[in-house]
């Protein structure tokens, strides 16, 4: 039995990070258009970011320093397997520190600390399609974004606003990019939404199992979808980080009891890290240091 | 607590810790050899090959082993490993007429030339557990005889020579090169090459289900086991230096040929259609089930009514893969808690309107009723 025990760097073949390559060169070129790619299989399962991992394997060099985050956080398992993953088939230098990295691959976040030029952010997207809970099929879908006909998300955003007064989406919320494509931001809140907007650093969306790639190139336009008289909106929280008491940031809520003692924290961890090392100090902060 | 979400690395070392020794189990029961596996649980490695679409038993039984016996597990194991192979080139079409047969059977003819085999089949067991498999039993050496040299005429072929059946018909490409499923991203409609190498690897159950769905009414065709063979055959590839094909190995398949109903249309007087099920190794109940989801997807081909989701390609196509299919369903255990956050927001925020909205009619009514 000749199993071969050594990989190439970052994993992928060569010819595989070129296929890859190009399809992320395309959906560079179609801000917001969902490019087909042969997607591997790869050694973690579909749903765990294979799309984020290939993407990341095919433009990850050895000089690049990679931060990888879930929810947020830099210490979650799956963040953590992806990290090491590319530690040892890549060698690279890992970082926590958003502003240290040059990649940073993401599930359901946007760092709170504004991107910059040179960076890249690769999203792990689970279903690409952003019609696909409004049509199943993807003959369909690819129809409907061929014709640019995107009222149907329209009447479903509508009739949130008939049933409950406003729009019920609170994550996945659909954008339109560059006024053509409308697109899944994947599953982040819609507090993330805005950073989209203009972004300095690259942004380049991953789904495995579904086997697209697609892009926001720097400096793009990124509209939330929306009505005049219903304007989009981001969360906002009562309360700041109880840690670092960060205020305008996304924060989990964390049960601290089971008579329904909470509190709210920070769901970037490097944030909150950094905000706590310059001082900065949350109602509860006093509480954590003590235990 | 906060910090508890902290220590992924070490929590992650440790389940792999954990994994590994039950995996192993009671270190005073002897381990598993590979060919234990290989030679004891081979419709396992059957299985697990054909899924993983990669012919090796050693890996499968390797695979098998690993993954604690969890066949979708080990099929994913040999997928992740297959990926990474470079590919050579395609085979030329597989003659299954020259089939070394261990088992052929024919439901449409009572006799036929190349007989009847019934076979190693569970088939005609009597399904009692037998007590002297509890201990290492003596098996009896089996009856053999020499095997028919040479060619073994497909029922298809005794059904086309009056006309009564379609032909093998062409692959979709035009030019004699196969699609590659792991090559190219899945478009819909598919060609039927594609859409075949996408049935041979899809998970067993999903198919079964689905062929038994046809059975039932969802998309009726009338099916007829025309035939079922399995044994060895010839893998060539064709060297351009050489200009011959050489054999590079041989393979154990299980064909079946589905026979259907078919009315006709206007172009076509009325024959029979067929239904096509080719997996690696010994899997009589998925080549059979494979056939029975061919023949329904050919509806749109066929011109009949598309009213069941047998029929559906995009379906069935996109939800056969068990890889992806347990990855998908199974990634809902990984943290969701920021997008729940959200829901949770969005839903306090509801339930106060509602609230709100509520003690708004009743103060109405109460004034109404003053």
Redesign the interface.
Known sequence: ?N??AD?NFAYL?EQTKRMIRRAILKAIAIPGYQV????????M????G?GGVQVTASIIGPDDVLKVI????D???????IR?FFAKVARVQTTTHTGEATIIQT???IPEEQLREGQTLVYQV?IPEPLRFLEP???ETRKMHALEEYGLMHVKLYEDIAT??HI?T???YPVKVEGRYVMDPS?????DNPKMHMSEALQLFGAG?E??IYAIPPFTDVVSLDFDDHPFEV?KFDKPCA?CGAEAV?????I?DDRGKR?F?C?DTDNCESRQAAGHRGELSGM?AA? | ???A?????T??NNAHKLLADRRRGDRDVAALTLSQIKEQLSLAVDRVMAEGSLYDR??AA?SIKQARGDIIEAV?LL??????L?RFGYSLPVDTGEMKIERRISATYKDLPGGQMLGPTFDYTHRLLDPELVEDEAAGEPETREPDAGHTQRVSYILANEGLIEGDGKNGHGAEVPGDI????????MNRDERLQSLSRGDEGFLLSLAYSTQRGYARSHPFVGEIRIGEVDVEIEVPELGFSVPVGRVQVTECQMVNQFQGSAKVPPQFTRGYGLVFGQLERKAMAMSLCDRALRARELGEDIVAPAQDE?FVI?HADN??A??????LK??????F??????VRQ?RR?YAERNDAVSEMIKEAAE
């Open positions: 039995m199993i071969q990989y073949d087909p790619f042969s997607s591997r299989e790869m050694p399962p579909y749903g765990w294979t879930d929810q947020g956080a210490d979650t398992t799956n963040a953590v397997s090491a599930r359901h976040r689970p099929r993807e003959t409950h007064g019920a609170t994550y996945a599953p982040t809140p819609k507090f199992r086997k697209r969360q840690i996304y924060l989990d809520e964390v601290l509190m924290v769901s954590e235990q | 607590m906060y910090v979400v902290k220590g992924g690395e929590a992650i050693d890996l390797l994913f997928r992740a490993y297959r990926t990474t470079p792991t090559r190219t991203p899945t478009e819909f409609p995009e996109a890889v992806q347990t990855g998908f369903v199974e990634h990984l943290p969701h808690y920021v997008d956050q959200a829901e949770l927001g969005i509801m309107e």
